[in-house]
C-alpha cells in the first residue's frame, strides 16, 4: 500500500495507508452515536476557539456583511473541530492511557481511527473551502496552516518529544482572532498581532496549571510536559514569568486604540488576579506530591489538598480569557467602546 502519513521517527512511529481514510471502514463496535462524532471535535476547546474568532471579525476595521460573516465563523468553526478530531485521531494511544482521556470515543472503542482520520480530513476541506468562498483566499490559506500547524506540528512532532510543545504548540490556539480579524480585513496588523499574542502568552500558564495536578498521568502516557522533564518547582517559575509576560500584552490593546475604557478596566483588574493566583502556586506546593498524587483522576478538577492553587489557576485562565474577548466584543459588537486617553490632551 502506499503510505500517506508518516509520523515522525521514535518510539510512536507510524506508517498509515490509503486504506486507513475510508470513510466506510467499520466504526467502532457498531457502537457510535452522534455525539460521539461532536465529542471527537472537541466542542468545549472548539467553543473558545470559535469566539474568539468572532470576536477578531467584529473588531476589525473593516465590517463584513452579516451572512459572510456567520458562514466565515461557521466556516472557523468547522476548522477547529476537524483539528480536534485529527489530533484524537493521532493520540488515541496515548489517550487510552490517560485517566482523564481514556473514555474518548477512539479509545473506548466506539469510533474506529480510520473513520475518524477521514471525518477529519473532509471537515478541514469543507472549512478552507468555504471560508474561501465566503471571505477570501488568506484567510482559507491562513485556516489551512492552522489545521495543519495543530493536527502536524504540534500534534505528531512536538507533544511527545519536548517540554515545550505548548509554548510553540500554542500558537495553534491564538491564530483563530487573527483568521476572524483577516476574514473581515484582507491583511494581518498590529492589533490581529496583539490578539494572537494574548492567547499565544495565555496558552502556557493555562496548561501548565493543569500539567502539575495531572503531571502522573502525562508521565505514565510519556507526554514529556514540564511538570515531568524539568520538575514541579520550574513549573511554577514559569507560571510566574509568564502570567507577568501575559499581564502587559493584555493591556497593549489599550494603547493601539484597539481596546477602550471598558476593556482596559476589564484587562486591568483580570490580569492583577491572574498574578495573584500565579503567585499562589509560585509559593505553593503544586506538583510535589509525587507521581501517585499526581496520578490523575478523570474529573478535570479533582486534585489533592497541595494542588489547590494550581487548580484554581487553571479555572480562572478561561474565565479570564472569555472575559478579556468578551469587553472587545461589548466594545465593538455593542456600541460600547470609548477611547481611552493617555498622554492627556491639549
Given at each position: 500500500?502506499?503510505?500517506?502519513?508518516?509520523?515522525?521517527?521514535?518510539?510512536?512511529?507510524?506508517?498509515?495507508?490509503?486504506?486507513?481514510?475510508?470513510?466506510?471502514?467499520?466504526?467502532?463496535?457498531?457502537?457510535?452515536?452522534?455525539?460521539?462524532?461532536?465529542?471527537?471535535?472537541?466542542?468545549?476547546?472548539?467553543?473558545?476557539?470559535?469566539?474568539?474568532?468572532?470576536?477578531?471579525?467584529?473588531?476589525?476595521?473593516?465590517?463584513?456583511?452579516?451572512?459572510?460573516?456567520?458562514?466565515?465563523?461557521?466556516?472557523?468553526?468547522?476548522?477547529?473541530?476537524?483539528?480536534?478530531?485529527?489530533?484524537?485521531?493521532?493520540?488515541?494511544?496515548?489517550?487510552?492511557?490517560?485517566?482523564?482521556?481514556?473514555?474518548?470515543?477512539?479509545?473506548?472503542?466506539?469510533?474506529?481511527?480510520?473513520?475518524?482520520?477521514?471525518?477529519?480530513?473532509?471537515?478541514?476541506?469543507?472549512?478552507?473551502?468555504?471560508?474561501?468562498?465566503?471571505?477570501?483566499?488568506?484567510?482559507?490559506?491562513?485556516?489551512?496552516?492552522?489545521?495543519?500547524?495543530?493536527?502536524?506540528?504540534?500534534?505528531?512532532?512536538?507533544?511527545?518529544?519536548?517540554?515545550?510543545?505548548?509554548?510553540?504548540?500554542?500558537?495553534?490556539?491564538?491564530?483563530?482572532?487573527?483568521?476572524?480579524?483577516?476574514?473581515?480585513?484582507?491583511?494581518?496588523?498590529?492589533?490581529?498581532?496583539?490578539?494572537?499574542?494574548?492567547?499565544?502568552?495565555?496558552?502556557?500558564?493555562?496548561?501548565?496549571?493543569?500539567?502539575?495536578?495531572?503531571?502522573?498521568?502525562?508521565?505514565?502516557?510519556?507526554?514529556?510536559?514540564?511538570?515531568?522533564?524539568?520538575?514541579?518547582?520550574?513549573?511554577?517559575?514559569?507560571?510566574?514569568?509568564?502570567?507577568?509576560?501575559?499581564?502587559?500584552?493584555?493591556?497593549?490593546?489599550?494603547?493601539?486604540?484597539?481596546?477602550g475604557v471598558l476593556y482596559g478596566l476589564v484587562a486591568g483588574l483580570l490580569s492583577l488576579a491572574f498574578f495573584t493566583l500565579s503567585l499562589r502556586v509560585l509559593r505553593s506546593q503544586?506538583?510535589?506530591?509525587?507521581?501517585?498524587?499526581?496520578?490523575?483522576?478523570?474529573?478535570?478538577?479533582?486534585?489533592?489538598?497541595?494542588?489547590?492553587?494550581?487548580?484554581?489557576?487553571?479555572?480562572?485562565?478561561?474565565?479570564?480569557?472569555?472575559?478579556?474577548?468578551?469587553?472587545?466584543?461589548?466594545?465593538?459588537?455593542?456600541?460600547?467602546?470609548?477611547?481611552?486617553?493617555?498622554?492627556?490632551?491639549?
Open positions: 500500500m502506499v503510505p500517506v502519513c508518516l509520523a515522525p521517527p521514535g518510539p510512536h512511529f507510524r506508517v498509515w495507508t490509503l486504506s486507513d481514510l475510508s470513510l466506510t471502514s467499520p466504526i467502532g463496535h457498531g457502537l457510535a452515536e452522534p455525539r460521539d462524532f461532536i465529542q471527537l471535535m472537541k466542542p468545549r476547546v472548539m467553543s473558545l476557539v470559535v469566539f474568539t474568532a468572532f470576536v477578531g471579525l467584529v473588531a476589525a476595521p473593516n465590517a463584513m456583511h452579516p451572512i459572510l460573516a456567520i458562514v466565515s465563523v461557521f466556516a472557523i468553526a468547522l476548522g477547529a473541530g476537524a483539528a480536534g478530531v485529527l489530533n484524537m485521531w493521532f493520540d488515541a494511544d496515548i489517550d487510552a492511557q490517560m485517566r482523564r482521556t481514556r473514555l474518548r470515543p477512539i479509545p473506548a472503542g466506539r469510533i474506529e481511527g480510520r473513520a475518524a482520520l477521514g471525518f477529519g480530513l473532509v471537515m478541514a476541506v469543507i472549512a478552507v473551502v468555504t471560508l474561501g468562498a465566503a471571505a477570501n483566499y488568506f484567510a482559507a490559506g491562513f485556516l489551512a496552516f492552522t489545521i495543519f500547524f495543530y493536527a502536524v506540528i504540534y500534534t505528531m512532532v512536538l507533544k511527545r518529544r519536548t517540554p515545550h510543545n505548548i509554548v510553540i504548540g500554542g500558537a495553534a490556539g491564538a491564530f483563530p482572532p487573527m483568521i476572524g480579524w483577516v476574514a473581515a480585513t484582507g491583511t494581518v496588523d498590529i492589533n490581529a498581532a496583539i490578539l494572537f499574542g494574548i492567547i499565544f502568552l495565555w496558552t502556557p500558564p493555562h496548561f501548565w496549571a493543569l500539567a502539575l495536578y495531572k503531571a502522573g498521568d502525562y508521565e505514565k502516557a510519556g507526554v514529556p510536559m514540564l511538570p515531568v522533564v524539568e520538575g514541579a518547582k520550574t513549573t511554577r517559575h514559569q507560571i510566574m514569568i509568564y502570567a507577568l509576560a501575559l499581564g502587559a500584552i493584555a493591556l497593549a490593546p489599550v494603547f493601539t486604540g484597539l481596546g503544586a506538583g510535589e506530591g509525587g507521581a501517585k498524587a499526581a496520578d490523575g483522576g478523570a474529573d478535570l478538577y479533582e486534585v489533592r489538598k497541595g494542588d489547590k492553587a494550581a487548580r484554581d489557576l487553571f479555572g480562572f485562565s478561561i474565565l479570564y480569557l472569555f472575559a478579556l474577548f468578551a469587553a472587545l466584543l461589548a466594545e465593538h459588537g455593542l456600541g460600547l467602546y470609548t477611547a481611552v486617553s493617555i498622554g492627556g490632551g491639549a
